[in-house]
């Protein structure tokens, strides 16, 4: 079974930076297409990110575009969220996902198809 360890958020001010890091275990993690999802307070979970295995092409909504990256280090079966230009509406819990078919990338923002998730790390942004 795959399992997913996020790290790296905390406090920033509005305008900050954090980096998110996600470890997988797996032997088979250059393949996963990795997502980045969020969940804000009484409100609904959100795609933020993904990156497929074998070609790392990327896939952002538009409100991430030009703000948040993500990447991966197969090396270390490692992928981050580089998150920018930090709002106060950034605020969330954010998650780390797993998938192990290969993808339209129409179907890469659709949470439940995301067969592994990681316990999520706290992502606090202040005014």
């Known amino acids: 079974q795959v399992q997913l360890v996020e790290s790296g958020g905390g406090l920033v001010q509005a305008g900050g930076s954090l980096r998110l890091s996600c470890a997988a275990s797996g032997r088979a993690f250059n393949s996963y297409t990795m997502g980045w999802f969020r969940q804000a307070p009484g409100k609904e979970r959100e795609f933020v990110a993904s990156i497929s295995g074998s070609t790392s092409i990327t896939y952002y909504p538009n409100s991430m575009k030009g703000r948040f990256t993500i990447s991966r280090d197969n090396a270390k079966n490692t992928v981050y969220l580089q998150m920018n230009t930090l709002k106060p509406e950034d605020t969330a819990v954010y998650y780390c996902?797993?998938?192990?078919?290969?993808?339209?990338?129409?179907?890469?923002?659709?949470?439940?198809?995301?067969?592994?998730w990681g316990q999520g790390t706290q992502v606090t942004v202040s005014s």
């Open positions: 996902a797993a998938d192990s078919q290969p993808r339209m990338i129409g179907l890469r923002t659709t949470a439940f198809l995301y067969k592994y």
